[in-house]
């Protein structure tokens, strides 16, 4: 199909794709606490990932951003898919692994700290807003579940709210 017939218009709700990804060691999970200096979520836990750059599927992409933020390679499958609405027309779509099978030695990163936090950790700590429930969600996956389809959004109190699909 060529590039006219794809229906792209500049009036439409467009995403920025994304990757998210949350190693599992046993009952710990690799964090990224975000530096001081980082413009966004400094001194915070996440994931790891970041921007899918053009011309890279979704699990290159994740499996760059891990190599380069950790030195770390694993077995990474797709868990679930998150649309944040971010404005009237542009939202982030975030493509979350998991992964396991981690090879290589963890590397320090600019982007902050990385750790091993163990589950009953997880309430101790200054998270993302939507890790936690992020996290809970991908720890009561059994293998061969499909991924989740979820999107978040602030309500009229400023509350985050994250909305899984039936």
Same mark, same amino acid.
């Given at each position: 199909m060529?590039? &006219? %017939?794809q229906?792209?218009t500049?009036d439409?709700?467009m995403l /920025?794709?994304?990757t998210? /990804?949350f190693?599992?060691r046993?009952?710990?999970f690799l964090l990224?606490k975000g530096?001081p200096?980082?413009?966004?979520?400094?001194?915070?836990?996440?994931?790891i990932?970041g921007?899918v $750059?053009?011309?890279?599927?979704?699990? &290159?992409?994740?499996l760059r951003?891990?190599?380069?933020?950790?030195?770390?390679?694993?077995?990474?499958?797709?868990c679930?898919?998150?649309?944040?609405?971010a %404005?009237?027309r542009?939202?982030i779509?975030?493509y979350?692994f998991t992964g $396991?099978n981690v090879?290589? %030695?963890l590397?320090?990163s600019?982007?902050?700290?990385l750790?091993?936090?163990?589950? &009953?950790r997880?309430r101790?700590?200054?998270?993302v807003? %939507?890790?936690?429930?992020?996290?809970?969600?991908i720890r009561?996956?059994k293998?061969g579940?499909?991924?989740?389809?979820?999107?978040s959004?602030?309500?009229d109190?400023?509350r985050l709210?994250?909305v899984?699909?039936?």
């Amino acid at each position: 199909m060529p590039r &006219s %017939d794809q229906g792209v218009t500049f009036d439409r709700y467009m995403l /920025i794709p994304r990757t998210l /990804i949350f190693l599992r060691r046993g009952d710990s999970f690799l964090l990224l606490k975000g530096s001081p200096t980082k413009r966004l979520w400094a001194n915070k836990y996440n994931g790891i990932g970041g921007h899918v $750059e053009r011309g890279e599927d979704v699990l &290159s992409a994740a499996l760059r951003e891990l190599s380069e933020e950790t030195g770390l390679s694993a077995d990474l499958r797709l868990c679930g898919t998150l649309i944040v609405d971010a %404005d009237e027309r542009v939202g982030i779509g975030i493509y979350v692994f998991t992964g $396991e099978n981690v090879r290589g %030695d963890l590397r320090p990163s600019a982007e902050g700290t990385l750790e091993w936090v163990p589950v &009953s950790r997880l309430r101790e700590l200054p998270l993302v807003e %939507d890790v936690a429930v992020l996290l809970e969600r991908i720890r009561k996956m059994k293998p061969g579940d499909p991924p989740f389809a979820a999107r978040s959004y602030y309500d009229d109190e400023d509350r985050l709210q994250v909305v899984f699909a039936a």
